[in-house]
């Protein structure tokens, strides 16, 4: 898999789906998006496997946006998962969460996250949050090789 510039948002609520991708566009953040929409199928996207099989050269994302309370396979598993595995460990995953519960955020960083956010409420909140995700995370930041 290769660098390229985009976005896995690991996300089970299509409320919350189509408020981050309006949220990108007004945002005037133009990145590919790529969303799954529980555990299992974010685990499939890196290994190309399930719906994203098709997909051979499909690029490690910039970016993960990963839910905690997810289907299947909870965010904090998914997150556990990505950080044991060499090839994907480097990925940076923010958490993109209702919860602002302590247990949660302390597990989170202790599984490796990069970041934790609590989702805002409002489109303005969150088209404002997500450009300071994407300039920080998609623009500035340096990739590891």
């Known amino acids: 898999m290769e660098a390229s510039r985009n976005i896995l948002l690991v996300e089970d609520d299509e409320n ?7 949220a990108l566009r ?16 974010a685990v499939d996207y890196f290994l190309n496997a399930g719906q994203h099989a098709h997909d051979a050269l499909q690029a490690l994302p910039t970016v993960v946006l ?8 909870s965010g904090l598993e998914v997150l556990e998962w990505l ?3 060499e090839r994907f460990a480097r990925v940076p995953v923010v958490v993109f969460t209702n919860s602002a519960e302590d247990r949660d955020v302390e597990q989170a960083y202790a599984l490796g996250a990069n970041s934790y956010l609590k989702k805002p409420y409002t489109l303005a909140a969150t088209t404002a949050l997500l450009k300071t995700v994407s300039a920080y995370w998609i623009d500035h930041n340096v990739r590891a090789p």
């Open 16 to 22: 919350d789906v189509v408020l981050v991708q309006r």
């Open 26 to 41: 007004k945002g005037g953040i133009d990145v590919p998006i790529v969303v799954a929409h529980d555990g299992d199928e």
């Open 66 to 73: 990963l839910d905690l309370r997810l289907p299947k396979r």
């Open 83 to 85: 950080k044991n595995h």
